[in-house]
């Protein structure tokens, strides 16, 4: 009968059996108790090699869908196969989509989404790091922030309308709020999870308040601040959806949802690609600036 | 004693007077005594070990000195004053280095003297002195993740020292590192204070190290910490720690030290 | 090993057992359950709902699903997760252009002044639109008219601002005083008359420019094959709630709002914007037509999904040659036997 996993005797431990391995040398072990250790240089493959083995997983997923589609494993109109697509995203780039070429939806979609998300970080850092440092401030904020936070923004919609009516600042603001109460959330946190011995060093030092916050507060802060900001990208990039259900005629989030009234799987999928490609591609910009600013995290 | 005082007279002596302190349990429980009835003189310019059992309260009573902790009972007085919160004039060293990882090695030792606001050329004069001192020439632009754990400590020496503060409090500072490291850093800190004098608080479970550094042994009793014993070490200086372990001084005092430190779990 | 082997032969046998079984009672005459959707418009059928009469008329349970547009609906009978549906003629058009494996089966209702243009007091024609801005629900039957009065009043389209909206946020747009009129059905047209709207126009004077805006029941194609006589006794279960509510339309309005949670004289009104061609009158080739040939609502369908394809709404390479296929009288000519 087979195993789930690939069990072989180490020859280097006698006394582990690998469960798991990455490509010639384990990397997980389990020990006689069952309890599990790591390999410590073989936690990560090289990084093309990582890259490589990636691109083939799409790949291969790519050829099991198109291949599934051919065989008629699944409907078209479902799940329309890769090379509808392709050819769906051929005709859209060359006639657009409604009339307007492709990347104006895109360009529109990251409009509103950074459009909303810069406010955010203008606002949300600064008044994050003072909730993080206000107790007083923080139970101000406290009831509001966590009350809104996890409330599906879809159900803001009809309000949103109301108040702000149908234009552009209904959509930029329901991504704005949604991206605004993950930074405050984060970088309240940062500020509460400071070093208690980077503070203690700072007052030795003689800092004064201002100092501390200058000196030792923020820069500890900043990859927590850049993980939440991180995480708002993709929160406010998820929000988009939502937002172009607010009387939008462009965008991707607006495609997919248009071509969906229509049973225009293929778009929908070609919409999706696109938000994907798109937020990930944000996503790896910020980490990008991460790398820039703190070089030091995750160092010791 | 060679060692010449740092700062004005009386201002590197820390006296703790019926001190004791206890911490607010969790959950609304009883509060646990750290230390109890603690009083010790330490005078300007000399070298205190604190040596005791695990949890006896070694790292409180630097905590009450460096002022990041306030006495429930009693008090801390350094240079004369009663100590009302961290400051300048104690430069403290952490168990672990403890710098900042946004601040490459040169920012870091400069930390002390820019937080007050000295001129800048003044600042790199003293931190070129203590970074040759310390043997971080080279490294002053590396970033703390790029050194090894004991040239961290090195740079965390430097930072404190920068200053020439007439206190320096130190936790366990070598208690992370390989034997050869440790040695060689206790050699450095001993160099150093030859040349700058300062009073020294040190905390340490190794008794060996407390032998070759201290001018003075503070053994602590176990929980709630107060003084079981106070030995002054016999030995000259300049100490080398191959001559050291031969004497049979040291020895012997070693085992009375870890006789008096082990005892009282024994007793119970 | 050989145990092994033994539990996956006993294991493939029993599947191959009840498979058959299932098969078999497939071909039984009556489902286990009729799941139907409805959307929220005041219809007739909506009384056998109320009454539980059209359950006891087909004799099986009935599931009464709600959707917000026919479009959802559509796309829940493509999940295979409802087996008849009512949608309007345009999301409908889409799905066939779309191959999505249903069937028209009837018309249920005509679109007169059920749909209506409704726009603020000082916009006092279709053609006073330009520079404008108007709502509407996209992809619904109003979305169609609303260009298709475009087409008839020579309105130039890029000239309107256009604002695509669900009914329940036309009504809180108009309110803010963002959008001048909007393409909307009752009861929300009734609604924007109450806030200081006026009927510019209705979906019924679009006929004589061969614009025909209908709702149709639609029913998965697996269905219709595997329990025909159920959706035959279904069209006759709606041709009693249609003959209930023209014996009585007032008494029909009210049981319908109640059922829907709706003001009943908006439902009354709606009901009254609506035709019900009898399903006699649907073997007719302007409607269905007796045989699987060209009909007046394959036609209709077809002039819709060249809209959709000029929109770019719908591929050109999605248009069938003809809607004639799916369009199914079978179960009319059963049920008025």
């Given at each position: ?20 391995y990455?490509?010639?040398k ?23 090699r ?7 997983s ?5 050829l099991?869908?198109s ?8 409907s ?19 006639d ?6 492709l ?5 529109v ?6 459009g909303?998300?810069i406010?955010?970080v203008?606002?949300?850092v600064?008044?994050?790091?003072a909730?993080?440092?206000?107790p ?11 009350f ?13 309308i ?16 949604s991206a ?9 946190a ?8 980077r503070l ?13 916050l ?5 820069p500890g ?6 993980t ?6 993709g ?7 939502a ?23 293929d ?6 690609i ?15 600036l ?11 | ?16 007077d ?13 509060a646990t005594e ?16 604190l040596?005791g ?10 905590n ?7 006495p ?22 952490f168990?672990d280095a ?7 090695v ?17 600042t790199?004069?003293a931190?070129?002195?203590f ?9 002053e ?5 790029e ?7 090195r740079a ?24 050869q ?16 004098g ?11 190290e ?7 042994i503070?053994?602590m009793?176990?929980r709630p ?8 070490l016999?030995f ?7 001559q050291?372990i ?14 008096a ?5 024994y007793d119970i | 090993?050989?145990?092994?082997l ?37 219809r007739p059928?909506?009384?056998g ?7 006891k008329a087909l004799?099986v349970p ?9 479009p959802?609906?559509?796309?829940a ?24 494996p249903i069937?028209v ?9 059920s749909?209506r243009?409704?726009a ?24 169609y008219?609303l ?12 000239e ?7 009914p ?8 803010r005083?963002?959008?001048?009129a909007a ?10 008359e109450?806030e200081?709207?006026?009927e ?18 639609v ?17 006759r ?5 249609v ?8 008494a ?16 009354k ?9 009898d ?9 269905l ?11 209709s ?20 040659a ?16």
């Amino acid at each position: 009968m087979p195993m789930p996993y690939i069990v072989i005797r180490n020859r280097y431990f006698p006394q582990f059996f690998t469960v798991l391995y990455a490509h010639r040398k384990p990397f997980i072990r389990i020990d006689g108790k069952g309890g599990l250790s790591m390999h410590p240089e073989k936690t990560s493959l090289g990084k093309g090699r990582a890259a490589a083995v990636s691109l083939a997983s799409v790949a291969l997923f790519v050829l099991l869908w198109s291949a599934g589609g051919r065989f008629g494993l699944f409907s078209p109109l479902l799940l329309p196969p890769p090379e509808e697509i392709w050819a769906t995203a051929r005709e859209m780039l060359t006639d657009g989509y409604r009339q307007l070429p492709l990347l104006h939806h895109v360009a529109v979609s990251l409009g509103r989404v950074l459009g909303a998300f810069i406010p955010a970080v203008l606002v949300g850092v600064p008044l994050g790091l003072a909730m993080g440092l206000f107790p007083v401030l923080r139970a101000i904020m406290d009831p509001f922030v966590q009350f809104f936070r996890p409330l599906p923004k879809l159900a803001l919609i009809p309000l949103v309308i109301l108040w702000l009516g149908i234009g552009e600042v209904s959509k930029v603001f329901l991504i704005f709020i949604s991206a605004l109460l993950t930074i405050l959330v984060g970088c309240a946190a940062a500020v509460g999870g400071t070093d208690q011995n980077r503070l203690r060093l700072g007052r030795a030092l003689g800092a004064t308040n201002r100092q501390l916050l200058r000196y030792i507060v923020f820069p500890g802060a900043l990859p927590e601040i850049f993980t939440s900001v991180r995480l708002a990208v993709g929160v406010g990039w998820t929000t988009l959806i939502a937002a172009e259900m607010v009387a939008a005629d462009t965008g991707i989030g607006w495609m997919v949802l248009n071509a969906s009234s229509y049973m225009r799987t293929d778009i929908v999928m070609l919409g999706i690609i696109l938000l994907g490609l798109t937020g990930y591609m944000l996503d790896m910009f910020i980490v990008a600036l991460q790398r820039v600013v703190v070089p030091w995290d995750g160092k010791a | 004693m060679t060692v010449p005082a740092a700062g004005p007279a009386g201002s590197g002596r820390i006296v703790f007077d019926k001190v004791a302190h206890s911490f607010p349990g969790g959950n609304g429980g009883n509060a646990t005594e750290a230390v109890a009835d603690f009083s010790l003189d330490i005078e300007q310019g000399s070298f205190v070990c604190l040596l005791g059992p695990s949890g006896c309260g070694k790292s409180t009573i630097l905590n009450l000195a460096a002022g990041f902790e306030r006495p429930t009972r009693g008090s801390v007085s350094v240079g004369g004053r009663s100590v009302a919160g961290p400051g300048p004039d104690r430069g403290v060293v952490f168990q672990d280095a403890n710098l900042l990882p946004w601040r490459n090695v040169l920012e870091n030792i400069t930390l002390g003297p820019e937080l007050a606001g000295r001129p800048r050329e003044e600042t790199l004069a003293a931190a070129r002195r203590f970074i040759k001192l310390t043997g971080l020439e080279g490294f002053e632009r590396h970033a703390p993740y790029e050194l090894s754990g004991g040239m961290r400590q090195r740079a965390a020496l430097a930072r404190a020292w920068i200053t020439e503060p007439p206190i320096l409090l130190m936790d366990e500072p070598f208690g992370a590192l390989d034997a050869q490291t440790r040695l060689s850093m206790q050699e450095l800190l001993m160099f150093i204070r030859q040349v700058t004098g300062a009073t020294v608080l040190f905390v340490t479970h190794d008794v060996d190290e407390a032998l070759f550094l201290a001018d003075e042994i503070v053994i602590m009793t176990p929980r709630p910490g107060s003084i079981r014993q106070k030995i002054v070490l016999p030995f000259p200086r300049p100490r080398a720690y191959e001559q050291l372990i031969l004497n049979p001084a040291f020895t012997e005092l070693k085992h009375d030290i870890l006789y008096a430190i082990r005892r009282p779990e024994y007793d119970i | 090993m050989y145990s092994l082997l033994l539990r996956i032969m006993v294991l493939v046998a029993l599947s191959v057992v009840s498979a058959s079984f299932s098969a078999f009672a497939a071909a039984s005459s009556k489902p286990a359950e009729v799941r139907l959707a409805y959307l929220n418009g005041p219809r007739p059928w909506i009384l056998g709902k109320a009454d539980g009469s059209l359950q006891k008329a087909l004799g099986v349970p009935v599931k009464w699903v709600n959707f917000a547009s026919g479009p959802d609906a559509l796309k829940a009978v493509a999940a295979g997760e409802i087996d008849i549906a009512r949608a309007g003629s345009v999301p409908v058009a889409a799905a066939l252009a779309r191959k999505l494996p249903i069937e028209v089966i009837a018309v249920s209702g005509v679109i007169d002044s059920s749909e209506r243009l409704i726009a603020r007091k000082d916009v006092t024609s279709v053609k006073g639109l330009e520079g404008r801005t108007v709502t509407y629900p996209p992809g619904s039957t109003a979305h169609y008219a609303l260009l298709a009065a475009f087409n008839v009043y020579g309105v130039d389209a890029a000239e309107v601002k256009q604002a695509p909206l669900k009914p329940a946020d036309e009504l809180a747009a108009w309110k803010r005083g963002d959008v001048d009129a909007a393409y909307v059905w009752g009861p929300f047209s009734n609604q924007l008359e109450a806030e200081g709207g006026h009927e510019l126009l209705k979906s019924g004077q679009l006929q004589k420019d061969g614009y025909y805006l209908f709702n149709v029941y639609v029913v998965s194609k697996k269905f219709a094959e595997s329990y025909p006589d159920t959706v035959g006794a279904f069209l006759r279960a709606f041709r009693d709630t249609v003959n209930r509510y023209k014996a009585d339309p007032d008494a029909a309005a009210k049981s319908i709002a109640a059922e829907l949670g709706q003001d009943a004289a908006a439902a009354k009104q709606t009901l009254a914007g609506l035709e019900f061609p009898d399903l006699k009158e649907q073997l007719d080739a302007k409607w269905l037509g007796r045989n699987r040939s060209e009909s007046g609502i394959s036609k209709s369908f077809a002039d819709t999904a060249q809209f959709l394809v000029n929109l770019g709404e719908l591929s050109r390479r999605d248009l069938p040659a003809s809607f004639a296929p799916f369009i199914n009288s079978a179960f009319i000519v059963e049920a008025v036997r």
